[in-house]
């Protein structure tokens, strides 16, 4: 029994099983939801019951439960709240990897009764993962022969992300030589090429590193680096190059065959073979040439013996080749130095072979001594060197014993002028202090002549400035015979502070040499201007007043005297001093800079106005100094009015202002009356022309409007009244004479008369 009980449950698994796979298989309703990865735990997905279209409490009796493919737990079910929860923070590129859309698949099972609806789960990819290069240096071999344009690929960095969070852009390091471009390959991937601007040399530079970034298109865009290594391959595109363009050597005329007499070098900036370098002579003479190179080295060495007496200089042309054939070349002047290696040389011409022996004083041989060699060992006569000379003649007979005579010839070597006069001092610097007095001696230029006589005489002389602006004639004056120097007007340190010139020194010898030696005269300042005030200006027309508030702190900046000095040195420092104050001890002046302070809090009782008398002094000997005065004026506040200082108005220009205001207005009344007057006479003339053609000047009625015409204060006349204006001359008056009114004929109230009049009423006026 108990079997087969067992046996129908076992059935019944079974058959559930096989219709829970049917169900996973069918495509019933599906409900999808999207959220972005690396979300949170507990993130809320969505109200499951409300989807299904149950209320919260059917989701336990109809036991409803969640199925995922691959038994891996995505989400879960609050069964009280029907909320579809995020069981674990999920990874878009650990599930899908690179697969777009990322779909995770579940299933909702209702048991009771069974009904199934299929889940979609969609991972959004965030930008969580930065470019990463697989290799941290790439190193590129570029030939210095490639072309500007040539395309070089590079390795694309990897981005697990995908979409816009995935690589978007290669960019580079700044440099002139390359710009990197950025492809897009069939499958949405980018990689990038490196592309050459400018050709390069590698004498100029061998190696590049560059920084290649990778961005990616998230927000913010992350990045990844890797070094770019370029190494640039040499060509041969460079001659050898001598260190030297001419190499000068001496040597002995005795020095062994063999010896080195001196070493070029070359160099190319080519590397490798194509920098290696052969030395040769550029003309060989294998009979003639005393030298030869070794062809690895660039050493130089003697052949052949030398001669100075037969050659004393030579000249060697070098070649330096590499193996691609470019050559450089240079000089090499070799100077054979002589040897004293030649005897003297007697040369005697015999003029008689046999003498009488009583013979009188006769010549028997002149004879004449010479040297190939030279300098010192075949040095001519110098008189600087030796002026005299006293040569020894020895006679001795032959009889016994033997009898000598000696005599003495003394030899003087006469001077040419061949030594140009020479200074003591290679240069001179004189000192003068400035307001000197005219004449005054500066100093002495001397100079020597190793010649004799008049070829030792020395003329001095002022050589023209090289600056042209510089009036030498008008500063100094040498003595031509002794070369002492004199001011010839009083310097002035300000105005001149230094000056450079030449003097010449000139012998008298045939023909006349010279040199010359530079003079710099440095004037030297003396204490002779005195401190001169910037601020507070004192020759204005108004005085300087600052203003003080009175709830100032005690060190309240209340001005600052600014003033200057001509002098320099010491006699520029300037000190200041407080001489006289209006209430001593309420300021006080800083020695140093100048600065007007307030020493103690003001109080009520402190007078507003102040006078503060500044006195500014150099530090000369004897010292000068100068005062400037400062006006404080204390107020309450800036907001409050400020007035000039009574006792300082400025007279003198309210005055000038005044006249010019008299001035001003006497023009405009003379001409207000000249028109006036014009205007006037221009009326009457009218008038009277009127007249003659009317027999009268009437105004006509359209010009005045008579019903606003108030004469009397209590009313308004009638609009029929008129007047005529009459301008009469001959008086200097003018008269006005009111006609009568024209009124209608109508009865007078109570009477049945006309009412007539004829008022006239006349005025004067009289003009100046």
């Known amino acids: 029994m108990e079997t087969t009980q067992a046996d129908t449950l076992q059935k019944r698994q079974v058959v559930f099983l096989a219709i829970l796979l049917l169900l996973w298989e069918a495509r019933s309703e599906t409900f999808r939801y999207s959220i972005p990865e690396e979300t949170e735990s507990g993130y809320f997905v969505a109200n499951l019951a409300k989807d299904l279209g149950l209320r919260v409490g059917d989701l336990v009796t109809?036991?409803?439960?969640?199925?995922?493919?691959?038994?891996?737990?995505?989400?879960?079910?609050?069964?009280?709240?029907?909320?579809?929860?995020?069981?674990?923070?999920?990874?878009?590129?650990?599930?899908?990897?690179?697969?777009?859309?990322?779909?995770?698949?579940?299933q909702i099972l209702l048991e009771k009764p069974v009904q199934f609806f299929q889940g979609d789960?969609?991972?959004?990819?965030?930008?969580?993962?930065?470019?990463?290069?697989?290799?941290?240096?790439?190193?590129?071999?570029?030939?210095?022969?490639?072309?500007?344009?040539?395309?070089?690929?590079?390795?694309?960095?990897?981005?697990?992300?995908?979409?816009?969070?995935?690589?978007?852009?290669?960019?580079?390091?700044?440099?002139?030589n390359f710009h990197v471009v950025t492809h897009n390959r069939g499958d949405g991937r980018k990689y990038p090429e490196l592309v050459l601007d400018k050709a390069l040399d590698r004498e100029e530079q061998?190696?590049?590193?560059?920084?290649?970034?990778?961005?990616?298109?998230?927000?913010?865009?992350?990045?990844?680096?890797?070094?770019?290594r370029i190494e640039v391959v040499d060509i041969n595109d460079n001659a050898p190059a001598f260190?030297?363009?001419?190499?000068?050597?001496?040597?002995?005329?005795?020095?062994?065959?063999?010896?080195?007499?001196?070493?070029?070098?070359?160099?190319?900036?080519?590397?490798?073979?194509?920098?290696?370098?052969?030395?040769?002579?550029?003309?060989?003479?294998?009979?003639?040439?005393?030298?030869?190179?070794?062809?690895?080295?660039?050493?130089?060495?003697?052949?052949?013996?030398?001669?100075?007496?037969?050659?004393?200089?030579?000249?060697?042309?070098?070649?330096?080749?590499?193996?691609?054939?470019?050559?450089?070349?240079?000089?090499?002047?070799?100077?054979?130095?002589?040897?004293?290696?030649?005897?003297?040389?007697?040369?005697?011409?015999?003029?008689?072979?046999?003498?009488?022996?009583?013979?009188?004083?006769?010549?028997?041989a002149a004879f004449s001594v010479s040297d190939p060699d030279s300098g010192d060992n075949e040095r001519p006569l110098d008189r600087e060197t030796g002026a005299e000379y006293n040569i020894t003649i020895t006679v001795s007979d032959l009889g016994s014993p033997r009898l000598i005579t000696q005599h003495n010839v003394s030899v003087q070597v006469s001077d040419v002028?061949?030594?140009?006069?020479?200074?003591?001092?290679?240069?001179?610097?004189?000192?003068?202090?400035?307001?000197?007095?005219?004449?005054?001696?500066?100093?002495t230029i001397s100079a020597t002549d190793r010649d004799a006589g008049t070829n030792a005489l020395i003329t001095y002389s002022l050589l023209p400035p090289r600056d042209p602006q510089l009036a030498l004639a008008s500063l100094v004056s040498i003595n031509a015979d002794n070369g002492q120097l004199f001011a010839?007007?009083?310097?002035?340190?300000?105005?001149?502070?230094?000056?450079?010139?030449?003097?010449?020194?000139?012998?008298?010898?045939?023909?006349?040499?010279?040199?010359?030696?530079?003079?710099?005269?440095?004037?030297?300042?003396?204490?002779?201007?005195?401190?001169?005030?910037?601020?507070?200006?004192?020759?204005?027309?108004?005085?300087?007043?600052?203003?003080?508030?009175?709830?100032?702190?005690?060190?309240?900046?209340?001005?600052?005297?600014?003033?200057?000095?001509?002098?320099?040195?010491?006699?520029?420092?300037?000190?200041?001093?407080?001489?006289?104050?209006?209430?001593?001890?309420?300021?006080?002046?800083?020695?140093?800079?100048?600065?007007?302070?307030?020493?103690?809090?003001?109080?009520?009782?402190?007078?507003?106005?102040h006078r503060l008398l500044v006195q500014v002094r150099d530090n000369g000997e004897p010292p000068l100094s100068a005062s400037v005065t400062l006006h404080v004026l204390l107020v309450d506040g800036f907001s409050q009015p400020y007035l000039p200082l009574p006792e300082v108005a400025p007279e003198r220009a309210q005055a000038d202002s005044l006249t010019v205001y008299l001035v001003i207005a006497l023009a405009s009344v003379s001409s207000l009356f000249l028109f006036s007057v014009l205007v006037l006479v221009g009326v009457r003339l009218c008038r009277r022309g009127r007249a003659a053609s009317l027999g009268r000047c009437s105004v006509p009625e359209g010009h005045f409007p008579g019903q606003l015409v108030d004469v009397s204060g209590?009313?308004?006349?009638?609009?029929?009244?008129?007047?005529?204006?009459?301008?009469?001359?001959?008086?200097?008056?003018?008269?006005?004479?009111?006609?009568?009114?024209?009124?209608?004929?109508?009865?007078?109230?109570?009477?049945?008369?006309?009412?007539?009049?004829?008022?006239?009423?006349?005025?004067?006026?009289?003009?100046?």
């Open 488 to 609: 010839l007007r009083a310097l002035d340190y300000e105005a001149l502070r230094a000056f450079e010139f030449r003097v010449g020194a000139t012998d008298r010898g045939s023909p006349a040499l010279s040199s010359e030696a530079p003079v710099r005269v440095l004037v030297l300042d003396a204490n002779d201007n005195a401190p001169f005030v910037l601020y507070p200006l004192q020759n204005a027309s108004a005085p300087c007043t600052e203003l003080v508030p009175r709830a100032a702190e005690a060190g309240y900046l209340v001005s600052k005297v600014v003033a200057v000095d001509g002098d320099a040195g010491q006699n520029a420092w300037l000190s200041y001093q407080l001489l006289k104050a209006t209430e001593p001890g309420l300021f006080s002046v800083w020695a140093h800079n100048g600065e007007v302070r307030t020493a103690r809090l003001l109080g009520e009782r402190d007078a507003p106005r």
């Open 62 to 106: 109809r036991g409803t439960r969640i199925h995922y493919k691959g038994n891996k737990q995505l989400l879960q079910l609050d069964v009280k709240t029907g909320d579809l929860l995020l069981y674990e923070k999920l990874d878009r590129e650990g599930l899908c990897a690179a697969t777009e859309p990322c779909i995770l698949q579940f």
């Open 417 to 443: 002028n061949d030594n140009a006069p020479t200074f003591t001092q290679a240069s001179y610097t004189l000192f003068v202090r400035e307001n000197n007095s005219p004449a005054l001696h500066l100093g």
């Open 206 to 228: 061998s190696e590049l590193t560059l920084i290649l970034m990778a961005l990616d298109g998230g927000a913010p865009p992350r990045s990844g680096t890797t070094t770019v």
């Open 243 to 364: 260190l030297q363009s001419l190499y000068e050597a001496q040597i002995l005329e005795n020095t062994p065959v063999n010896s080195v007499v001196v070493v070029v070098s070359a160099r190319d900036l080519d590397a490798g073979t194509h920098g290696s370098v052969s030395y040769s002579l550029f003309h060989d003479d294998e009979v003639t040439q005393p030298f030869t190179i070794d062809q690895e080295t660039g050493e130089i060495r003697l052949k052949l013996e030398l001669d100075f007496e037969t050659n004393q200089h030579y000249n060697l042309e070098i070649v330096a080749t590499d193996s691609g054939g470019f050559s450089g070349k240079c000089t090499v002047a070799i100077e054979v130095v002589d040897v004293n290696d030649n005897a003297p040389e007697l040369t005697i011409s015999t003029l008689s072979r046999s003498i009488p022996e009583n013979s009188p004083e006769t010549v028997v």
């Open 714 to 768: 209590t009313g308004t006349l009638s609009q029929s009244y008129q007047y005529e204006v009459r301008l009469s001359g001959g008086t200097g008056t003018n008269e006005f004479k009111f006609l009568k009114p024209l009124f209608p004929n109508l009865p007078a109230q109570g009477t049945g008369e006309e009412i007539e009049g004829n008022p006239v009423i006349r005025s004067s006026f009289g003009f100046q």
């Open 121 to 176: 789960l969609h991972l959004t990819d965030v930008n969580d993962h930065s470019p990463e290069f697989l290799e941290r240096e790439m190193i590129l071999k570029i030939p210095e022969s490639a072309l500007p344009g040539t395309v070089f690929p590079l390795k694309p960095a990897r981005d697990f992300d995908i979409g816009s969070n995935t690589v978007q852009n290669y960019t580079i390091s700044g440099n002139s």
